[in-house]
């Protein structure tokens, strides 16, 4: 029996989420059915995360076990062949039959994407959210910084989550302009319920005044969701890249 690891990238605007659902389409849905068109039968997927209706991923890893042995170079094209437009198969190898893609993650990356202009644009409004008041985002980026180390992040996690333990360390954070998009990326070694789009609509109440500069180390002390900005739409969030250190590092097609 062979263990893969397969990234994938997917477009999430008509997706439920990643992780199958009884009554929507999820995009673990579509895939095992290019898989189950592929192999024969319907395997078992583990996913790295569990991603929001709506929310995209330009770096998303999978791994399933499978008695049967493809070369990854053709199974790459011949998933491809079966899966949607909106979702694509980057790479594939075999690892260690112990690796999950979810319990040996070591970091994440998630990019919020802002399309900072008045003017609407037809090609991002369904990829990156608009805000049309201007944004500083020097200004931004130093006040994203004291989100990083690690903290009791209850204050950027949503009341809906069931999770007991909300210390997360965060390793990179800042916000970096490009034209008129603004991306607010945050690396961390887990994430909680909304916390990425908690965290980009705390700067932006920032930006807006509704949140005092530098009130952000305040706002996770206070342990409280009352404190921090509002929940940012899932359509300009971005899972990015996912670490799992140095025996998983390298991907190849072959």
């Known amino acids: ?28 849905e579509v895939f095992q059915n290019a898989v189950e068109s592929v192999f024969g ?7 790295c995360s569990r991603t929001d209706s709506g ?8 791994s399933m076990k ?13 998933l491809n062949q079966k899966l949607p437009d909106d979702v694509a198969v980057l790479s594939a190898r075999a690892v260690p039959f112990d690796f999950h893609a979810r319990y040996l993650c070591k970091q994440k990356q998630y990019v919020y994407k802002i399309h900072n202009s008045h003017i609407k644009d037809p090609f991002a409004e369904r990829l990156m959210y608009r805000h049309p008041y201007p944004l500083d985002a020097a200004m931004l980026d130093r006040e994203a910084k004291d989100f990083l180390g690690t903290h009791d992040f209850t204050s950027f ?41 908690i965290m980009t609509g705390t700067l932006l109440f920032i930006a807006a005044g509704k949140l005092e500069a530098g ?38 097609h072959e």
């Open 157 to 197: 996690c949503s009341v809906r989550s069931d999770v007991e333990h909300h210390v997360r360390t965060v390793t990179e954070c800042g916000v970096t302009r490009h034209g008129d998009t603004v991306l607010f990326t945050v690396t961390a070694d887990g994430f909680l319920y909304h916390m990425a789009r």
């Open 66 to 78: 499978t008695d049967m042995h493809i070369p990854p170079h053709k199974l790459v094209l011949a």
């Open 1 to 28: 029996m062979e263990n893969l690891l397969i990234t994938i990238a997917f477009n999430g605007t008509r997706y439920h989420g990643f992780q199958v659902q009884k009554n929507a389409l999820s995009v673990c």
């Open 55 to 62: 929310v995209h991923a330009g770096m998303y890893c999978l």
């Open 41 to 47: 039968e319907r395997l078992n997927v583990k996913g």
């Open 215 to 252: 009130s952000i180390p305040d706002i996770i002390a206070a342990k409280d969701r009352n404190r921090a900005g509002k929940t940012m739409p899932p359509h300009g969030l971005y899972l990015n890249h996912v670490d799992y250190g140095e025996c998983y590092g390298k991907e190849d």
